[in-house]
């Protein structure tokens, strides 16, 4: 009645009926999945992306892949939108969300061509999500978070990102760098770590810089260019001619006033220069300590001039993030002022250098004592590779900062889906009416996860998903071993997975697998198509 009515007021409009869009949002499910199915664990497959202007991205990423696809399926681009929401939340699981919806809707598709209302369907679900959520209470673990357990939990994100080589020396640069910005009582802010790259050397080159890392060098030939043992002065101070706020203009009737004029003008930065230069001389007095300044306003040519003659290394323009990451990595205060300057406004450096890449400068700040705000510098041949590693340090950090919050972790490879879905089919005999077929769709979708590991790993799916439920029905924690296409102890292996990682994926696949379940109506009536039927009649 409704698509009749629909077609009266608008008869360019398109309707799809109760099967048929049932249809629709599975295959749109179904399709998606099929597309990052290949991408999931460690022995995943890597997707090509080609631009509109020919520029290429290569990625294993589900987030990146489902940012950078031009999805144009309606249904299609609402599970990639639930799914990458996954990720800002969470930093994971993207790739699984994809999988768990596509499956449940594919699991669904069974019983409803056997005639189950799918409202049925949909409170099975809702049962079986909330016994899901419970017992991933019993099986979560709690660990004593050391850095052996944040390094596994590193391992296991960034494995399933980058190839083993690049993965391991990056793992203890994410773990360290999270520990040195961690305090006690206050949610860690991973702002902190700077993240820069150098298309430089190759990606096993890739570190943890425990200082800063800025993208610019100093602008006078004659500054020091490696300085050692250093005091550093933070500043926002402009160290160069400043036009007035107003429009103002000085009007002169011969050169000897503009002269004044001039002169005038360049006493105003002179006086700060001096005052600075007198502090230097005063705190460095009888050491051989260095003097570095990084000021985030400008310094004229003459300005540096000075401070070269001085020994002074100084740094102009510095970005806004970095002056507030050099007082928690040096220590110190960042000055408005010159006037009254001392000692405590002043950080220290163990070495600060220069390093030429082509035509680009980086000015290196390390040795740094118990630094709050680090750099991780990713290196690469090439800007493709590059961009690979740093999606996977995004993810590595998020992992490690929700192992720390959690206090608690999952055993992995695939293991918490075959125990629950174990879980699940026992549970189900509890469940009274029609809904226990939706805990059984549930159940059976959830085997998805370590039969996709195992196809991409290349064995054969049935004969893992056997041999992971006859060990589990044992009373083992099980999961896919990748290099044998048999069962491990994912615990003794160190593979662990977020907490909350797995319990927003539960609330998430299964509410938005019901909501298509319940389209049973597609109308596609824009205002578009009514302007362009206008449009003719007149």
């Known amino acids: 009645m409704a698509s009749a009515a629909v077609q009266l007021v608008n008869p360019k409009a398109e309707v799809a009926r109760r099967g048929q869009a049932l249809q629709v949002n599975i295959n749109a499910a179904a399709g998606l999945q099929e597309v990052v199915m290949t991408n999931l664990g460690p022995k995943g497959t890597i997707k090509m992306l080609v631009g509109g202007a020919g520029d290429i991205k290569l990625t294993k990423d589900g987030k990146v892949l489902l940012n950078e696809m031009q999805i144009q399926n309606p249904t299609a681009a609402m599970i990639a939108r639930a799914a990458t929401a996954q990720d800002e939340v ?124 800025m993208d610019h060098g100093a602008r006078h030939p004659d500054m020091p260019k490696r300085v050692e043992d250093a005091f550093v002065l933070t500043l926002n101070v402009g160290l160069e001619y400043e036009k007035s706020e107003i429009n103002s203009g000085f009007f002169y009737n011969s050169s000897e006033q503009r002269e004044k004029l001039v002169e005038s003008e360049r006493r105003f930065v002179d006086q700060r220069l001096k005052k600075i230069v007198e502090f230097k001389e005063k705190v460095c007095e009888g050491t051989k300590k260095g003097f570095i300044i990084i000021n985030q306003k400008g310094i004229d040519p003459l300005s540096l001039d000075v401070l070269a003659k001085h020994n002074i290394l100084a740094l102009r323009r510095a970005k806004r993030r970095n002056m507030e990451r050099l007082q928690l990595c040096c220590g110190g205060t960042a000055q408005n002022s010159v006037d009254d300057l001392d000692a405590s406004v002043l950080g220290t450096c163990g070495l600060a250098y220069e390093h030429v890449l082509g035509e680009e400068k980086f000015t290196f700040i390390e040795n740094v004592e118990n630094p709050k705000s680090v750099t991780i510098l990713i290196t690469g041949p090439n800007s493709h590779v590059i961009n690979q590693i740093n999606d996977a340090v995004r993810d590595g950090l998020r992992a490690v900062k929700n192992a720390i919050e959690d206090e608690y972790v999952v055993p992995g490879a695939g293991a918490f889906q075959v125990a629950l879905s174990a879980h699940l089919n026992k549970f189900k005999s509890s469940v009274k009416g029609r809904a226990k077929m939706g805990v059984q769709a549930f159940a059976d979708a959830l085997l998805v996860i370590p039969k996709v590991l195992a196809r991409n790993g290349g064995f054969d799916a049935q004969d893992v998903i056997v041999a992971l439920q006859e060990e589990y029905a044992e009373g083992h924690v099980v999961g896919v071993d990748l290099k044998t296409g048999e069962t491990l102890d994912p615990a003794a292996e160190g593979i662990w997975d977020n907490y909350r990682v797995h319990r927003h994926l539960l609330h998430s696949c299964s509410v938005i697998a019901s909501n298509f379940l319940l389209v049973d109506e597609m109308m596609r009536a824009g205002r578009s198509s009514l302007k362009q039927d206008n449009g003719m009649q007149n």
């Open 90 to 213: 969470t930093g994971d699981g993207t790739t699984t969300n994809v999988l768990l919806i596509g499956e449940l809707l594919k699991q669904a598709d069974r019983y409803v061509s056997e005639g189950l209302h799918p409202r049925v369907l949909t409170e099975g679900f809702e049962i079986a999500k909330k016994e899901a959520l419970n017992f991933l209470e019993t099986f979560k673990v709690k660990k004593n978070i050391d850095r052996e357990l944040l390094i596994n939990v590193a391992r296991t994100s960034l494995r399933t990102k980058v190839r083993p080589e690049v993965a391991d020396p990056l793992m203890e640069a994410v773990v360290d760098a999270v520990l040195s910005i961690r305090k006690e009582g206050e949610p860690i802010d991973l702002h902190m770590v700077e993240i820069m790259k150098m298309m430089h050397k190759s990606e096993a080159d890739s570190r943890l810089v425990k200082g800063l890392v």
